[in-house]
């Protein structure tokens, strides 16, 4: 099972001073999930969220835009926030383009990158398996 998609806007921090912002890029969040997902919410196996922030000159904390985006999908992706047992979250400059190997990279990843603007890619998969991860 894996599912990706791209949110093609700056991340909103859990911090933000203005809760309505959080919660109208929470919507903003879901609904670009939405475009690409049409099964009923997984119920029943353990998963992994993968985010990739491409970011500008100022960043958002990435610890900050976890927590977000994991609300934004419960009820539609997935029942449960519950359900997801890893988080792996990375952070890369857009700045620092010359430097990346985008071979390997997924094309909504890549897509986020030609746009040129910050984006965040997501993908949610299956748990790993713990050994490979050690």
Request: one cysteine or more; hydrophobic letters at 40%.
């Amino acid at each position: 099972m894996e599912f990706e998609f791209l949110i093609p806007e700056r991340p909103v921090s859990l911090q933000a001073r203005r809760r309505q912002r959080l919660r109208e890029w929470q919507q903003f969040v879901a609904d670009e999930a939405a475009k690409t997902w049409d099964k009923a919410p997984i119920t029943d196996c353990q998963l992994q969220l993968t985010l990739i922030y491409l970011c500008g000159e100022f960043p958002v904390d990435t610890d900050n835009i976890i927590k977000p985006i994991l609300d934004a999908l419960k009820g539609l992706i997935y029942e449960d926030d519950i359900l997801i047992s890893d988080v792996e979250s990375r952070r890369r400059s857009l700045s620092s383009v010359s430097d990346y190997n985008i071979v390997r990279w997924p094309d909504q990843l890549l897509r986020g990158l030609l746009s040129g603007g910050e984006c965040v890619y997501v993908r949610i998969s299956g748990q790993p398996i713990l050994e490979d991860k050690l």
